[in-house]
């Protein structure tokens, strides 16, 4: 049986080309014409809401425009109807909150037109138009003032400064513990008893009360004395040495303590070397470190700038500080005059030095931590003094420097200093909270009797060479520490828990570094060798010189 043909149909169109009519099983179907050359976007866009944004407001758009073939009508009722959906349309994470800002500067600009056209309408009296003055220009000067305000905050969280660490951290070191400032804050350790004086070294200069009388009209010219300063490290210091046979098992330096004990304020990188021999703690700085360089606006909200070139940079701000606390400290003495001695002699004075010694005296104390952890350290004080009862005061002199007040919270200290002495204290303790913690615990340890601050200020903004003393005010160290909320008791828990933690740790060296960029202080565990190549080379000599001795 042959298969059966049946021919299609075939449309014959004289007039042009495709289909006559159209097929059975597509008729009474809407038609949406497309092109081969449009974007595909969702499969299914029943809303048309999709794309939103304005970059693809033309991208996924057909080029026949969009039609209403698929528009429902109710013809029933009335040819006019037409099906809209009214429900909320729903934007994408990207665009929601995009309006909340023009509406409220749209909001804004009608409450202004609407006050300016109140107060076309009504006729004010003159005590009414003074007041309508005094609150507009009330009202601009909170504008200028917030305004500012939110542009400077805007503008320091859009540029975060990434400092540099104060020593390179090495490969082959290892993380050993890691403690973070709002940890270190919460600890406490009371009822710590006074120190107790082992041996007192040094001599001191009294102090020239005559420095008191100076102020911004009486100014005082910062005078260079060329004086000789020792900032001997915990291991060389050759008396603690002698006591580290018989003595205690923790050792430090007032600086040491003090920088442990305020670490949570700082925000600047240190680093400080633990070395653990035996069952005894020695903490040192390095040989070639900044450590004993005073930092200038580190807590500031608009710290200095990070360039190496600058004028103002921290590392040349602080070599200034440095440079004018060491001039400021032996200009206030009454120079060759009769000194203050103690027993023994400065234990850091050798014979072949040329030059005059600063004026200091060292005081070697102990302290009781618990838990057989027993502290000695060697504390400074810069002067005596005698005071309107005849007693005998001790003193450390510190020096507070300004160096542009357009850049260091606007307060000039020329203007403010005689009529308004606290807000330049308060913007001080703003901006250099750690150094003034620091100085302020070196005192207490010290059992100074007094603090002496002086306010030094450079001659012109743009040379930092040129200095003028503008006055002075003294404190005691613990009603100062009361005044910048310093707490001593949270202060010898944190130097207790960072020498338990040592304590802990095997025999060896660490690092104990402030992290440049962030509140957290790490332990490194690092070679026996680092930081030694000064020293070996030291050994070495002393090691030649017995050799020729037993010969």
């Known amino acids: ?80 109807f037409q099906l809209v959906d009214t429900s909320k349309v729903t934007r994408p994470m990207y665009q929601r909150g995009r309006g909340r800002f023009q509406r409220k500067d749209f909001r804004r600009d009608r409450e202004r037109r609407d006050q300016k056209a109140a107060a076309s309408m009504q006729v004010l009296s003159k005590t009414q138009k003074s007041r309508e003055r005094d609150r507009q220009r009330q009202m601009k000067k909170w504008q200028k003032q917030y305004g500012v ?57 009294y102090y020239d009360k005559n420095m008191d009388r100076v102020n911004t009209r009486a100014e005082k010219k910062l005078l260079r004395v060329n004086r000789i300063f020792h900032k001997v490290t915990t291991t060389d210091d050759p008396i603690i040495r002698q006591l580290a046979k018989t003595e205690s098992n923790v050792f430090a330096t007032d600086a040491i303590v003090a920088t442990l004990m305020a670490c949570t304020r700082s925000v600047y990188s240190w680093d400080i070397v633990v070395q653990r021999v035996g069952n005894k703690l020695f903490f ?12 200038v606006s580190e807590t500031s909200s608009d710290p200095p700038p990070e360039d190496s070139t600058s004028l103002n940079s921290p ?46 005296a060292y005081r ?42 357009r850049y260091s919270g606007g307060v000039d200290w020329r203007q403010k200093l005689d009529v308004q002495r606290g807000a330049v204290l308060a913007n001080e303790l703003k901006n250099n909270s750690s150094k003034l913690s620091k100085w302020t615990i070196q005192a207490l340890l010290a059992g100074s009797d007094q603090i002496k601050f002086g306010y030094v200020s450079r001659v012109n903004p743009v040379d930092s060479s040129k200095h003028v003393v503008l006055g002075t005010q003294m404190f005691k160290p613990i009603e100062f520490a009361t005044q910048i909320s310093l707490s001593m008791d949270n202060g010898w828990g944190i130097l207790r828990c960072i020498i338990d933690l040592c304590m802990k740790l095997k025999e060896g ?9 962030k509140p957290v202080i790490r332990i490194y565990d690092i070679p026996d060798n680092t930081f030694d190549s000064d020293e070996d080379a030291d050994d070495d000599d002393s090691d030649d010189n017995d050799g020729d001795d037993d010969e």
């Not at 060296?509 to 440049?516: A, F, G, T």
Request: hydrophobic letters at 30%; a negative charge; charged letters at 30%.
């Open 509 to 517: 060296k660490y690092l104990i570094m402030k992290d440049p960029n």
């Open 149 to 205: 305000r939110q542009k400077f905050d805007i503008r320091a969280q859009g540029q975060q400064k990434t400092r540099g660490a104060s020593v390179q951290i090495r490969t082959e070191w290892k993380v050993v513990e890691e403690m973070d400032f709002p940890r270190l804050s919460k600890l406490s350790l009371p009822n710590v008893d006074a120190g107790v004086d082992i041996t007192c070294c040094g001599s001191l200069e």
């Open 1 to 80: 049986m042959s298969a059966k043909f049946i021919p299609p149909k075939i449309q014959d169109n004289p007039t042009g080309w495709g289909p006559c009519a159209v097929p059975e099983q597509f008729k009474d179907m809407p038609y949406q014409p497309f092109s081969k050359a449009d974007r595909l976007g969702k499969v299914a866009d029943w809303n048309g809401t999709t794309y939103q944004d304005k970059r693809y407001t033309n991208r996924y758009q057909s080029q026949f425009s969009s039609a209403n073939q698929y528009a429902y009508y109710h013809e029933e009722d009335e040819n006019s």
């Open 284 to 295: 040192d700085k390095r040989d070639d470190s900044e450590f004993d360089l005073l930092t």
């Open 315 to 360: 590392r040349n701000l602080a070599l200034e500080a440095t440079f004018i606390n060491h001039n400021f400290s032996q200009q206030v003495l009454r120079q060759g005059e009769e000194k203050y001695s103690f027993e023994k002699p400065n234990p850091f004075v050798q014979e072949e030095e040329e030059g005059q010694v600063a004026s200091v």
């Open 364 to 405: 070697y104390r102990k302290w009781d931590l618990g838990n057989n952890i027993e502290l000695i350290v060697r504390c400074e004080h810069d002067a005596v003094m005698v005071s309107a009862n005849s007693d005998l005061q001790f003193v450390n002199i510190k020096a507070l420097n300004e160096w542009d007040s």
